[in-house]
């Protein structure tokens, strides 16, 4: 049989499709209950996939039993509510399943003609993430895959604007000879920022870096003089301390003398959507670009990132693509506002999960995360650890007397299989992290990490 005929076959016959299913819904029902980090004998059968590419066609019901032999077990369980590493988030589940179909779907979100769904799902994301962070009606969303290529996009659109503020066009005529743009940054900007920085021709030598406080933030009065050809960079959200910039007096700043703000927001600009946490982000309307993540805190799956700008000129400006064959629409097309001009539909998952919690579910899920991350620290205090950190919203940061001894508890931890978290550098010192943001994270969880904790101590101290 060849190709064409039993590619056919596999969709007439549906039945590989099924087995997928059969697969997932055990994967589901084996969450939270596995090792939360894949045992050394699932790492080991990784590599049965180190072979030579087959020369001949295989049946594809084996093709998809070897992958699920071999690779789901090698999975980290970030569905099970006790993965605490980098900042991962859980998934909702009608999210999830949206995607699946979308997924059958397989559409390209680049124009509306490929996808009026995935336009039409845009638009309506679009104006609920405006309405949930309380921004202004003219800023516009591209959808991409994370905070990265979010953050990336806003400081292009910057670069656009404040390049166009001074008569030059920076498509056109690129770097040579051009205006110069400070971009002006706290020291613990996120090391994506520094990523698109770079990205983006300014160079890292070209940062005026700002210092900061105990808990990550810019300090106000260390300042630079702000002007018209500043891009300044903030975060809400410090991925260790989970810390917010100062938004209202730094926005107010440059509002007054034109300069660009970009707020990195990839976990933290969901507080905005909190009436408890929003003093946090207090200010944010006044700044320019933002970038944020589905795929944190919203528990959207992977991958799933949105940009937001009040400038669309900017942002479709700095991401402008052509072609004789492109077919524009009185309709929205996805790909003036991102760097990509294929990409899937993001928007349906997001839409989803939007759709499916409502606001009210929404800021129960951000509050939640505050919440259990407020007992965590309070029951780590409680077994004389060290919290370093004042925790506002979802992260805490550990220590325990040494570098060594925290090192030692980390790992400890990390091998237990109960739960997974991760260290950082704090002030010159070794942290351990952890970031909740998984909808699944109960009360419980929080008393079996703690116990983890407690044992974990009493390990290294004996
Ligand atoms: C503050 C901050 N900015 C940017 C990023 C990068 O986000 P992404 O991994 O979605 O590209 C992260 C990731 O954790 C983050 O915490």
């Keep these: 049989m060849n190709i064409r005929a039993k590619m056919t076959k596999e969709f007439k016959d549906k039945s590989i499709f099924k087995q997928v299913q059969d697969y997932s819904l055990s994967y589901l029902d084996e969450v939270g209950k596995r090792d939360v980090y894949p045992t050394k004998e699932a790492l080991q059968n990784l590599e049965n996939f180190s072979e030579e590419l087959p020369q001949k066609s295989m049946e594809a019901k084996d093709v998809l039993e070897f992958l699920n032999t071999n690779g789901s077990k090698a999975t980290v ?14 998934v909702i589940p009608a999210s999830l399943a949206a995607r699946v179909l979308s997924d059958f779907w397989d559409q390209n979100s680049g124009l509306y003609v490929m996808s009026p769904i995935a336009s039409k799902l845009e638009e309506v994301c679009e104006s609920w993430l405006k309405e949930l962070f309380g921004l202004p009606k003219r800023t516009v969303a591209g959808f991409v895959s994370g905070s990265s290529i979010a953050i990336f996009c806003g400081l292009a659109a910057g670069r656009y604007r404040v390049f166009k503020n001074n008569d030059w066009d920076i498509n056109k005529k690129g770097f040579q000879g051009a205006p110069k743009i400070r971009i002006v940054a706290g020291k613990q900007a996120h090391g994506t920022v520094i990523k698109a920085v770079t990205l983006l021709g300014f160079g890292t030598d070209n940062i005026e870096w700002v210092n900061h406080d105990s808990q990550g933030r810019l300090l106000v009065s260390e300042l630079p003089k702000l002007d018209k050809n500043t891009i300044v960079v903030l975060q809400a959200g410090n991925v260790c301390s989970g810390a917010f910039d100062d938004f209202e007096s730094i926005c107010t700043q440059a509002k007054e003398v034109g300069a660009w703000v970009h707020i990195d927001g990839a976990f933290g600009l969901w507080a905005a959507a909190s009436k408890k946490l929003k003093y946090l982000t207090k200010g944010i309307e006044k700044a320019n670009s933002f970038s944020v993540d589905g795929h944190k805190t919203l528990n959207t799956p992977y991958d799933n990132g949105i940009v937001l700008c009040d400038d669309e000129e900017a942002l479709t400006h700095a991401l402008h693509s052509s072609g004789s064959y492109i077919v524009h629409n009185e309709n929205r097309d996805g790909m003036f506002y991102t760097p990509e001009m294929s990409k899937r539909a993001r928007s349906i998952e997001l839409w989803a999960a939007m759709k499916y919690l409502g606001r009210d579910g929404i800021e129960e899920l951000i509050n939640g995360f505050y919440e259990r991350a407020t007992e965590l620290a309070y029951e780590l205090e409680k077994e004389g650890f060290e919290i370093v950190n004042d925790v506002v919203f979802n992260q805490i940061m550990i220590r325990y007397k040494s570098d060594d001894l925290t090192n030692k508890i980390m790992k400890y931890i990390q091998e237990s299989g109960t739960c997974w978290l991760g260290g950082a550098i704090w002030n010159g010192q070794s942290v351990i992290r952890i970031s909740i943001c998984s909808w699944v994270t109960t009360q419980e969880d929080v008393l079996i990490t703690a116990k983890t904790f407690k044992e974990a101590l009493s390990c290294v101290e004996s």
């Design 77 to 90: 369980d970030h569905l099970g509510g006790k993965y605490f590493g980098f900042v991962t988030g859980g």
